[in-house]
C-alpha cells in the first residue's frame, strides 16, 4: 500500500502534474491490522497530504474498526461504511475540489 501511493506521488511529481488526487483504501479484504498496518496507513496519509492529496479509509471489518477507534485513528482518517458512501460523500462536495480530483483506489 505504502509503495503504491508513494511510486504514484512520485509518478506525479516526475510528470510535473499539479493536479491533487484523492486516494480510497478500501479495507474490505483486511480481516486484521497490526501496529505495522497503521504506521502504513499513517505513512500514506502524511505523502498524500504532502502532495496536497486525500486519503480515505472504506468497509473496515470489525476488529480493524476497533483498532482504529482504540487507538484514536477514527478521529486521523475519515472513515466511510463502505464504497458507495464516499462515492455520494464526493459527489455531494460542497467545495468541488474532491470532484475534480483523480481517484485512486487501493
Sequence with gaps: L?????????ANQLMNREQDVTVLVDLQN????DS??????????KIASAHNGK?????????????????????????????ESFSQYSANMLEGDLRDRPLITL
Excluded: H, N, P, W
Aim: proline share 0%; aromatic share 12%; glycine share 4%.
Design 2 to 10: 505504502l509503495q503504491r501511493v508513494e511510486s504514484y506521488f512520485s
Design 55 to 83: 486519503l480515505f479509509l472504506c468497509s473496515l471489518q470489525e476488529s480493524v474498526r476497533l483498532l482504529c477507534e482504540i487507538t484514536k485513528m477514527d478521529r486521523v482518517f475519515t472513515i466511510f461504511e463502505d464504497c
Design 36 to 45: 505495522k498496518g497503521l504506521g502504513a496507513l499513517l505513512s500514506a496519509l
Design 30 to 33: 483486511v480481516a486484521f491490522l
